[in-house]
């Protein structure tokens, strides 16, 4: 099955910007996945973030509408997520899903922390 890597988390102040990176590592035909952007805040449930399909069609929660913008690489197998207009309440664990059209299950990455200051 498919094996996500998520990078570029860290610690901006609130306005800044920051670009998650989600890789996948084994090869396999990346466009045969619908690939997800998810979050986790501290002591909260996780929750969806963002998502695009195959053909580059995007979707996003309403709170990060306007300020994050998800893309993808199906040639590299990335999955990206450009934050920008940073708020504290987007300090969580970012975690990238990839799942696969037709039958299988999906999979989750490890994440990547992301720490936004007032």
């Known amino acids: 099955q498919a094996q996500l890597v998520e990078s570029g988390g860290g610690s901006v102040r609130a306005g800044g910007s920051l670009t998650l990176t989600c890789a996948e590592t084994?090869?396999?035909?990346?466009?045969?996945?619908?690939m997800h952007w998810y979050r986790q805040p501290p002591g909260h449930e996780r929750e969806w973030v963002a998502s695009?399909?195959?053909?580059?069609?995007?979707s996003y929660i309403d709170s990060v509408k306007g300020r994050f913008t998800i893309s993808r690489d199906n040639r590299k197998g990335e999955v990206y997520l450009q934050m920008n207009s940073l708020e504290p309440e987007d300090s969580a664990v970012y975690y990238c899903?990839?799942?696969?059209?037709?039958?299988?299950?999906?999979?989750w990455g490890k994440g990547t922390l992301v720490n936004v200051s007032s």
């Open positions: 899903q990839a799942e696969p059209l037709g039958s299988g299950f999906p999979v």
């Open positions: 084994t090869g396999r035909i990346f466009s045969h996945y619908i």
């Open positions: 695009i399909r195959s053909s580059g069609t995007p």
